[in-house]
T-cell receptor, first 113, second 113 residues
Framework: GDSVTQMEGPVTLSEEAFLTINCTYTATGYPSLFWYVQYPGEGLQLLLKATKADDKGSNKGFEATYRKETTSFHLEKGSVQVSDSAVYFCALLFQGGSEKLVFGKGTKLTVNP | EPEVTQTPSHQVTQMGQEVILRCVPISNHLYFYWYRQILGQKVEFLVSFYNNEISEKSEIFDDQFSVERPDGSNFTLKIRSTKLEDSAMYFC???????????FGQGTRLTVV
């Protein structure tokens, strides 16, 4: 079945460091791909999305490109801030069939000043 | 900005008791969902609800679970006889249409003792 594999955390970085969180997926067909973020004490918030191959989603300095050839949707940010400390979830939504989001396990990011 | 709200934020219940988790989805959304996350594990889909009926459910969503939209604004998840393994964070979500991104609430942490 459809699945998402995310880089295991936790990840600890210093402020202004480069961030990559890897995400790969297994799906039949062409899913939409998402990154959700959960800040401490808050719910899941949509960070960015891409609905077809080669699309790049971006928001708040974060980017991820939908790579069909490698079935990946890695999250990147050039310079992280302390306020980016959160748990990041990669997810897929299969178009045209199931309505459910399939999530990865989440990666906890801590950014130190 | 419209948001999904969930109450309570934390619920402690004794094994075997019934619990009702409450959610107010975004007002013009048509699709409603419940997900759960057992500590340290993936966010898992439980059920989706559209047009006053369940449109999809997972194998987790057995006979002890039920959902209801008792009025025009609330969306509830009832667990009839809680078990220890029901302890988890339960997320409600809503979306404006089929296969569009879902907006999540802050979650209800259910602890079964």
């Amino acid at each position: 079945g459809d699945s998402v594999t995310q880089m295991e955390g936790p990840v600890t970085l210093s402020e202004e460091a480069f961030l990559t969180i890897n995400c790969t997926y297994t799906a039949t067909g062409y899913p939409s791909l998402f990154w959700y973020v959960q800040y401490p004490g808050e719910g899941l918030q949509l960070l960015l999305k891409a609905t077809k191959a080669d699309d790049k989603g971006s928001n708040k300095g974060f980017e991820a490109t939908y790579r069909k050839e490698t079935t990946s949707f890695h999250l990147e940010k050039g310079s992280v801030q302390v306020s980016d400390s959160a748990v990041y979830f990669c997810a897929l939504l299969f178009q045209g069939g199931s309505e459910k989001l399939v999530f990865g396990k989440g990666t906890k990011l801590t950014v130190n000043p | 900005e419209p948001e999904v709200t969930q109450t309570p934020s934390h619920q402690v219940t004794q094994m075997g008791q019934e619990v009702i988790l409450r959610c107010v989805p975004i007002s013009n959304h048509l699709y409603f969902y419940w997900y759960r996350q057992i500590l340290g594990q993936k966010v898992e889909f439980l059920v989706s609800f559209y047009n006053n009926e369940i449109s999809e459910k997972s194998e987790i969503f057995d006979d002890q679970f039920s959902v209801e939209r008792p009025d025009g604004s609330n969306f509830t998840l009832k667990i009839r006889s809680t078990k220890l393994e029901d302890s988890a964070m339960y997320f409600c979500a809503s979306s404006p249409g089929r296969n569009t991104e879902a907006f999540f609430g802050q979650g209800t942490r259910l602890t079964v003792v």
